[in-house]
């Protein structure tokens, strides 16, 4: 091996720990855990890639010897001692693949039995889950909160979340908390996990739900208890009352369909879609789609059917002037 040829392998070498090294730390990794629950998942993982590993080594290093060993030789007439019935490797081959089922087995049972425990611990936090087309509910029955997309948790405590689909069936899936769980019409599917680690993790819908199932994401944001308790009484607070364009846009909102759908505190009382009460406190909308600037608001509420696929809100005809306005009051909303 010449100078360069060396230099060209290191090169390559490097590149692919560190390409592997960014996806393997990408937003939505199965690789990357930062819950119980997901750290049971990686544990598994890493027992099947182990256990599957040395069966192939060892397969293939079987096959090796076997190949070396028994090849045809130059005078060789006729076919070689035939073997049948051999009843130790018959026993063998039958409980070798048994054991292999089995070691993958037990922890997964434990580990699918131990988060989905219909019981729910006295200190866990309650999160009812709900998946709508095309977007992400979150009620804290014990706090009487309310959100949409942007599900917070504090570090540490254990949560139930309680899942389920008004509609169709959905998929909540937020890779580094933990696995995919089905949000079903009519029945209730339970994740039991403590969040570890500060942060803000990326999920997605991940059962194909209709025209904008790629387009239903969520985040869940992990914070320090007290932060946590401060984002709570921030949710519980009703909004400023509002001032300037934004007032204008709170009269938009009022005498608009908008109200049939929407929840505001005060204003509005309705429940098909998110509830609006502190959108301008979740840094994204649509479902993870866009980042909550008025630009972005006002040109989603002008034509929500344009860039959200199939979305059930309806264009309702709103001139600039009333998006705007409607856009600043909805991002006034802290
Ligand atoms: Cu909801 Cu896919």
Redo the contacts with the bound molecule.
Sequence with gaps: MNGTTRARLVLCATLALVLGGCAWDAPMSTLVARSDFARAIVHVYAIVTWTTAIIGVGVFVALFLVLVRYRARRGDTGLPRQLRGHTALEIAWTIGPALALLIIAIPTIQIVFRTQSAATPSDALLVHVR?W??WWEFRYPQLDVVTANELHLPVGRRVVLRLDGPDVI??FWIPHLGGKRDAIPGRLNQITLTPEQLGEYWGQ??????AS?AN?GMRAVVQAPAEFERWVAQQRAAPAEPSGPAAAGKAVFAGSACVGCHTIKGVSAGVLAPDLTHFGSRSMFGAGMWPTTPENVAEWVKDPQRLKPGVKMPTLGLTDEQAKAVAAYLVSLK
């Design positions: 998946g087309q095309w959905h998929s819908c991940a059962e194909f739900c209709g199932h239903m």
